[in-house]
């Protein structure tokens, strides 16, 4: 049993997924903050690194510096939140802008002084860790793709049962509306034997989750036990990424 009306919290929770899910413009213009932040780190330590002992430090190296300083603790920040919120996208996304657009910069800063070795050397290196973080990336997205894909076809196709909170993972909420925890379920299979699974979720101020709240899971009947192909529906529609 619940404390709060099913459909009422339904209704939040679909509400507070449309409300905070990043458009696909906010993705594309923090990618190009972090490409740009990146590139001013890259082309201003460059430009400075490469000085003799008594030149003086150009202007524009000064600028990539702070303003590559800036942008890319900017985006960061705000990529971070905004990756939590889509899992269709991956935290490596980020990283590999930041380094891609660091590799180029310093590759920028590097040519009025024919490429030095440490420089070219710097900049490939930048550059391949920008790749790596990207197809990480991209393997992290795809993974999450696939489990849900897995959790939606077990929804079509599997057994489906209602399970219980036997463990609802905290105590109180503290200075946050929302802790994110793991939950413990049970149910019980076909043959009637009792089974226990638990899910990470988010649980909010709002619609708190309580001992004995009840809520509906399927499972593969030929492998009851099989945790990664459960699939609960309050852990799901409380993702922690969504």
Request: charged letters at 20%; aromatic letters at 8%; a positive charge.
């Amino acid at each position: 049993m619940s404390t709060v009306d099913p459909s009422i919290a339904k209704a939040q929770r679909e509400a507070r997924r449309t409300a905070t899910r990043p458009g696909a413009a906010r993705v594309l213009i923090l990618l190009v903050v972090l490409i740009a932040g990146g590139f001013g780190l890259g082309y201003g330590w460059g430009g400075l690194g490469m000085l003799d002992e008594f030149g003086e430090p150009p202007w524009t190296a000064v600028l990539g510096v702070i303003g590559g300083m800036l942008l890319t603790i900017a985006g960061s920040g705000l990529w971070a939140v905004t990756a939590m919120k889509r899992s269709d996208i991956g935290f490596g996304y980020g990283a590999a802008a930041t380094l891609i657009g660091a590799g180029s910069g310093l590759l920028v800063a590097a040519e009025p002084n024919g490429f030095p070795t440490i420089a070219l050397t710097v900049a490939v290196a930048l550059l391949g860790l920008g790749l790596l973080f990207l197809v990480v990336g991209v393997i992290a997205a795809g993974a999450r793709r696939r489990q849900r894909s897995r959790e939606d076809e077990t929804a079509r196709s599997g057994m489906l049962t209602t399970a219980t909170v036997s463990d609802k993972g905290y105590d109180f909420f503290h200075d946050s509306s929302r802790i994110l925890t793991t939950v413990t379920f049970t149910f019980r299979d076909l043959q009637g034997t009792q089974r226990w699974v638990q899910k990470t979720m988010v649980v909010h101020q709002s619609d708190p989750i309580v001992e004995g709240q009840e809520t509906r899971l399927w499972y593969d009947a030929a492998a009851p036990g099989n945790a990664r192909t459960i699939v609960v529906e309050l852990a799901r529609d409380n993702a922690f990424r969504r």
